[in-house]
């Protein structure tokens, strides 16, 4: 029980700092306006799959991909100076669908709803 505590304290530090790093020291012009939005690591504490989104078309989201696995490097060295843990994880970047699966989900529901007789009161 304390490990999972203890990981999940490493993941919302990881995603503070990183969110960080990225707004503050972060030169890559293919990275624009990125949010993390969860962090998961490993049991070993290895590894890390951080989820990000972006604003902007396809192409952008690609773009981004491309530099921050480029710079997972950098962005790792970064973190080491930051946290106080022993090993710093492996970075693996995953955009997250999450906020436009919701929103793909929304706009059917609302479409159902249009779709529905008018019921009388």
């Known amino acids: ?5 203890r990981r999940r304290r490493v993941e919302e530090q990881i995603q503070q700092e990183l ?4 707004r503050l020291e972060m030169k890559d012009p293919r990275v624009g306006l990125i949010t993390i939005s969860g962090v998961k690591v490993s049991p ?3 590894a890390a799959k951080i989820y990000y989104t972006i604003l902007g078309s396809a192409e952008d989201c690609e773009a ?20 106080r843990i022993h090993n710093i994880p492996e970075l693996r970047f995953t955009y997250d669908t999450s ?23």
């Open 1 to 5: 029980m304390a490990n999972e505590q």
């Open 19 to 22: 969110s960080e790093i990225l």
């Open 44 to 46: 070993d504490f290895a």
């Open 64 to 83: 981004a991909d491309v530099g921050l696995r480029s710079a997972a490097g950098f962005l790792r060295s970064a973190l080491g100076k930051r946290l």
């Open 99 to 121: 906020i436009e699966r919701g929103v793909r989900l929304s706009q059917l529901i609302d479409q159902a709803v249009a779709d529905l007789p008018p019921t009388e009161e």
